[in-house]
């Protein structure tokens, strides 16, 4: 059994800079602006849009991220409504192949210190697992009917796609405290890299809790 950490990337880079313009651009159309439109315009108009509240603008820009989580946290992920979600199948992944080692990968938790007992109990429960989907399938089960002895810290890759006014929302939400820990790993470490790299769509917002 392999043990990894929790991680996300972004998928085709982020350009904040052709966001900000293209939100200029779609929202000028309802003031009939164009014509204000210049080569810095566009932090300034999406500030404005922001602080009126007109959000709507924002979901016609957005990006992708890869996340790197348990299978816990990738149920909550999907529970938004305005995103795409495509994740790694565990119906149809076989993990008894040579590929993936012939072993599962489960997500460290956070919130247990490596070594200590409630760790050391949560890794033989993973173990017991993997012991357990490995037998099913000797015994000819297939991977989807193995799959319902795979621990929720089963690692998992889901690709996420959005548009701004959704991230801004998932990140609300998702960042604060009283967010489920592992979910708050991950979202507070890609906000805080949002709004480094795009302060005009991100630098606001604060997680609720």
């Not at 997500?107 to 949560?122: A, V």
């Not at 993997?130 to 015994?139: I, T």
């Amino acid at each position: 059994m392999k043990i990894t950490k929790a991680g996300y990337e972004f998928i085709g880079g982020l350009h904040p800079e052709e966001m900000l313009k293209k939100i200029e651009l779609c929202g000028r159309v309802c003031y009939k602006s164009e014509d204000k439109i210049t080569e810095d315009s566009s932090a300034r108009f999406v500030r404005n849009i922001i602080s009126r509240g007109h959000e709507s603008v924002l979901e016609h820009a957005g990006f992708t991220v890869k996340f790197v989580c348990d299978r816990g946290v990738s149920h909550e992920l999907v529970r938004h409504r305005i995103a795409s979600f495509s994740q790694e199948s565990t119906r149809y992944i076989n993990y008894a192949n040579g590929r993936f080692g012939s072993e599962i990968t489960v997500i460290e938790p956070c919130f247990f210190e490596t070594g200590n007992e409630r760790y050391e109990l949560w890794k033989k429960a993973c173990e017991a697992a993997e012991q357990a989907y490995f037998s099913l399938l000797q015994c000819g089960c297939t991977p989807e009917e193995a799959r319902s002895v795979l621990p929720n810290s089963l690692k998992t890759e889901i690709m996420v796609t959005a548009n701004i006014r959704e991230w801004r929302h998932i990140l609300a939400l998702r960042a604060a405290r009283a967010a489920h820990p592992q979910a708050r790993e991950l979202m507070c470490a890609l906000l805080l890299e949002l709004k480094e790299k795009a302060p005009v769509l991100f630098g606001d917002v604060c997680a609720e809790g």
